[in-house]
Nanobody
Framework: QVQLVESGGGLVQAGGSLRLSCVASGSVFGFTVMGWYRQALGKQLELVANINNAGSINYGDFVKGRFTISRDSTKTTVDLLMNSLEPEDTAVYYC??????????WGQGTQVTVSS
């Protein structure tokens, strides 16, 4: 079993920054990909960013260079630095982690609210 705990969400003004952090515990060996999704009210879940064991990174099209994902050397923590936040970035942000032998693990989500 894997537990993912997110932190760092909150309320910020447009143009501001937040850093989200996700820490994994439990059966943390063998993660292949970790990253973040988000879901705004009334909208579908969408990929924000992910990073694999080789360090390859994917960002959602809306990121446009504003966000940076990083993973620590133990590969059990994944951070998301978000700069130049816009009201459209308001959403619940979920951390996820992939292991080949089980369904993806998800965190409980952290709310990010960007005021105009």
């Amino acid at each position: 079993q894997v537990q993912l705990v997110e932190s760092g969400g909150g309320l910020v003004q447009a143009g501001g920054s937040l850093r989200l952090s996700c820490v994994a515990s439990g059966s943390v060996f063998g993660f292949t990909v970790m990253g973040w999704y988000r879901q705004a009210l009334g909208k579908q879940l969408e990929l924000v960013a992910n990073i694999n064991n080789a360090g390859s990174i994917n960002y959602g099209d809306f990121v446009k260079g504003r966000f940076t994902i990083s993973r620590d050397s133990t590969k059990t923590t994944v951070d998301l630095l978000m700069n130049s936040l816009e009201p459209e970035d308001t959403a619940v942000y979920y951390c996820f982690a992939q292991q080949p032998w089980r369904p993806d693990s998800w965190g409980q989500g952290t709310q990010v609210t960007v005021s105009s």
